[in-house]
């Protein structure tokens, strides 16, 4: 079956400090790849993708790449602020079946 | 312009009672989704129309979840004779026809059954 799974949380880092959250898949197909954030009190947003092998994506400092040979996904960014504090979710979806997969979510929180 | 709206916010229901819950996607946006996130856990996804067409209904747990989109905009789900594991938050997302890998989630309705 398709799945994501992910570290568990939480993760507790102090401002400034290198966040790395770790995603792998396990997928039949060839699906695209997400990391979605939820801020307290807010909805699910888009993060940011990567629909292809090797590809990387990056937004707000964040970064994943897409690496098929170890069906990895993993959310990193260099330098993290309080206002980064949040449940990050990994997930997939199959070309073709647009439904997402999701991890179970890994909790962050920044302390200044 | 708008995102994805959801209403109630909350809900709380008796064991046994039905519930009606509406989203209302983007505007134009074509693909509209259910997911049910119980606490401590990622979305799951429930089912998907494509306009007014419900073309997955896989996710759905029972019978006593239903869900239309008659007019191919709003959408409602529909849960009938709750029980106390109904008990999540609902979430609505839709995507344009142009970026079907996109999906914009609305704020959801947390659904309580007592």
């Known amino acids: 079956g398709n799945s994501v799974t992910q570290m568990e949380g939480p993760v507790t880092l102090s401002e400034e400090a290198f966040l790395t959250i770790n995603c792998t898949y396990t997928?039949?197909?060839?699906?695209?790849l997400f990391w979605y954030v939820q801020y307290p009190g807010e909805g699910l947003q888009l993060l940011l993708k990567a629909t292809k092998a090797d590809d990387k994506g990056s937004n707000k400092g964040f970064e994943a790449t897409y690496r098929k040979e170890t069906t990895s996904f993993h959310l990193e960014k260099g330098s993290v602020q309080v206002s980064d504090s949040a449940v990050y979710f990994c997930a997939l979806s199959l070309t073709g079946f647009q439904k997402l997969v999701f991890g179970t979510g890994t909790r962050l929180l920044v302390s200044p | 312009g708008a995102g994805v709206s959801q209403s109630p916010r909350y809900k709380v229901a008796k064991r046994g009672q039905d519930v009606a819950l509406r989203c209302d996607p983007i505007?134009?946006?074509?693909?509209l989704f259910w997911y049910q996130q119980a606490l401590g856990q990622g979305p799951e996804f429930l089912t998907y129309?494509?306009?007014?067409?419900?073309?997955?209904k896989s996710g759905l747990p029972s019978d006593r979840f239903f869900a239309e989109r008659p007019e191919g905009s709003v959408s409602t789900l529909k849960i009938q004779r709750t029980q106390q594991e109904d008990s999540a938050v609902y979430l609505c997302a839709s995507s344009s026809r142009e970026h079907t890998d996109t999906q914009y989630f609305g704020p959801g309705t947390r659904l309580t059954v007592l």
């Open positions: 129309f494509q306009n007014e067409a419900q073309l997955d």
């Open positions: 505007s134009g946006h074509v693909s």
């Open positions: 997928a039949t197909g060839y699906p695209s």
